[in-house]
């Protein structure tokens, strides 16, 4: 049974002279509950293990595991049928990752040490705190609460335990929750179309890739000599391997340089997609780090940089701009423009040929990766620096046509989620007047 409180008696804590008086919501929730509650049960007892990955932002789990308590208990976090989850670290958090939790096994669950838990105490609604929680004034004031260096940065439990929730809007939750529940699915509903729609572009890029190489050739084809499922590859192509296209292929330290104030950029897995590698989302280091870590080999513009775990098979182009050094898993590729031009690579790199490599070189594994011995045999379609050059053109254009598109879903993409965010934060602190939109009781007589 939930704890009860009594709201009214807690309202005089909040400051005098504002116009709406608040309640701390430690008052109306416990918050990081003791997993002493179930050191009682059975250590054999299954109950649900939930991934941080596995926490969806419409308060919802996506997936979980079946574990036994004495496999969780110790090193995870507790939480328990109808508790919401919300992540406390950078960048899970401003992602908005958490959930109300339901459907656990036997009503218990356990998760990432990286969990905030809050459970409503009797009398307050658990889809009105979670609202709040996705509040725009809660989510401001927790990033500026947060403490940690970069990358690792937390919502401290005492901001949680003494945030502030509007009295008034407390009294008429239950109707506050019904209005958002009547229109943010609905939004919802548009985000995610949205979403599906750029996805969906995004995943015929390698097709069109492919297509285009292989229609730029003149003549006749051939199957290829060691793509075993392409039959339709232009006469006069060379097939190759990458080892033979490069100059070399530098892996990088088996570790992630040290993250510090600087203006050099530490490019990690994360910071390479869809052909291009985003220098704005990099971690930074010092010039001294930078140094140590490039004793090897100088990243330049020009350069390949391509991912071999986590995930395996992006790549981008190094461009001019600032000092760029290895993240962990990443390779360096650097070669002469005398027979292939950076960019026709990275294009080539993007087609299922790359894929359906990758896949064959992580048989037998669980992930997908390739060392670098693998990589150096990556089979690659040359035709002459022509053709490269008509390639690249091509591609180019259509690029540009998709970013123009994409770039307007994204941006409706971000006015339906502050259009979200603004519904729940006037719902949450009483700026909606729920009188006018009740329905009003009907009585019944006989």
């Avoid at 976090?77 to 508790?83: A, K, L, Q």
């Avoid at 260096?149 to 008034?168: H, M, S, W, Y």
């Avoid at 071999?308 to 993240?327: F, Q, S, Y």
């Avoid at 994204?410 to 502050?418: A, H, K, M």
């Amino acid at each position: 049974m939930r704890d009860q409180t009594n709201i009214g008696e807690f309202v005089s804590e909040t400051q005098e002279g504002t116009e709406t008086e608040k309640v701390r919501l430690k008052h109306l929730a416990r918050i990081n509950p003791s997993k002493s509650e179930v050191s009682e049960l059975d250590a054999d007892t299954e109950v649900s293990f939930v991934a941080l990955e596995d926490f969806g932002t419409d308060g919802e789990i996506k997936n979980t595991e079946t574990r036994k308590l004495e496999d969780v208990y110790n090193g995870y976090t507790y939480f328990r049928e109808g508790d919401i989850a919300i992540a406390k670290i950078t960048p899970s958090f401003e992602n908005g990752k958490g959930a109300i939790c339901r459907g656990l096994k036997n009503g218990v669950g356990f998760g990432t040490t990286e969990l905030h838990i809050v459970r409503p105490r009797e009398g307050v609604s658990t889809e009105f705190l979670w609202y709040a929680l996705r509040s725009k004034p809660f989510v401001d004031e927790a990033e500026t609460s947060m403490r940690g260096v970069a990358g690792q940065q937390r919502v401290p439990t005492e901001f949680l335990e003494n945030f502030k929730i509007e009295e008034d809007a407390l009294s008429e939750q239950t109707q506050r929750v019904k209005i958002l529940e009547k229109q943010i699915p609905t939004i919802d509903r548009s985000i995610r179309k949205t979403g599906e729609l750029i996805k969906k572009i995004n995943s015929r890029k390698p097709q069109k890739i492919l297509s285009k190489i292989l229609q730029s050739g003149e003549g006749t084809s051939k199957n290829s000599k060691n793509i075993d499922w392409l039959t339709s590859v232009p006469e006069e192509f060379e097939e190759t391997r990458l080892k033979y296209v490069t100059d070399s292929i530098i892996d990088s330290e088996h570790k992630t340089a040290p993250e510090k104030e600087g203006e050099y950029r530490i490019i990690r897995t994360t910071d390479v997609r869809d052909g291009k590698i985003k220098t704005e989302t990099a971690k930074t280091t010092t010039e001294e780090v930078y140094e140590e870590w490039t004793s090897r080999a100088t990243p330049e513009p020009g350069d390949l940089i391509f991912t071999r775990e986590a995930p395996a098979g992006e790549v981008g182009v190094i461009k001019d701009g600032p000092n760029v050094l290895l993240g962990q898993r990443t390779v360096l590729l650097k070669f002469s423009e005398e027979k292939i031009r950076p960019e026709y690579l990275n294009y080539y790199l993007q087609t299922d040929i790359v894929d359906w490599f990758i896949q064959r070189s992580s048989q037998g594994s669980t992930v997908e990766h390739l060392n670098v011995s693998d990589l150096k045999e990556m089979p690659i379609l040359l035709p002459n620096l022509d053709v490269q050059d008509s390639v690249i053109a091509e591609m180019n254009r259509t690029e540009n046509v998709s970013e123009n598109v994409i770039d307007s879903l994204q941006r409706i993409q971000s006015l339906l989620e502050e259009k979200r965010q603004a519904l729940i934060t006037a719902a949450v602190t009483g700026q909606i007047d729920v009188t006018e939109t009740q329905t009003p009781d009907l009585e019944t007589t006989t």
